[in-house]
Nanobody, 113 residues
Framework: QVQVVESGGALVQPGGSLTLTCAGS????????MTWHRQVEGKAREWVAT???????FYADSVKGRFTVSRDEGKNTLYLQMDSLTLEDTAVYYC???????WGQGTQVTVSS
């Protein structure tokens, strides 16, 4: 059974950094397309980043240059390194195993002074 579990969300000050973790089970993160999304209450879920099996990465314009998606195949884990955080980055962040469209429960990131 394919499952993903996010963690690492926290309260952080503007300009700060945070790394989110997505632990996979039932599949290998290195073999599939993995994505990060985020959602603000009352708004549609927004795509943030993609990591393809070959290592190619893609980012939304709003996070390009500030966020980095990566994986550790030995730990079967996906990461999202977030730098230079702004108030607009406040959201619940979700990872997804793209082929099965499996979502995690999300992890809350709050950027506030």
């Amino acid at each position: 059974q394919v499952q993903v579990v996010e963690s690492g969300g926290a309260l952080v000050q503007p300009g700060g950094s945070l790394t989110l973790t997505c632990a996979g089970s039932g599949f290998s993160v290195g073999d599939v397309i993995m994505t990060w999304h985020r959602q603000v209450e009352g708004k549609a879920r927004e795509w943030v980043a993609t990591l393809a099996p070959g290592g190619a990465t893609f980012y939304a314009d709003s996070v390009k240059g500030r966020f980095t998606v990566s994986r550790d195949e030995g730990k079967n884990t996906l990461y999202l390194q977030m730098d230079s955080l702004t108030l607009e980055d406040t959201a619940v962040y979700y990872c997804q195993e793209f082929d099965s469209q499996t979502w995690g429960q999300g992890t809350q990131v709050t950027v506030s002074s």
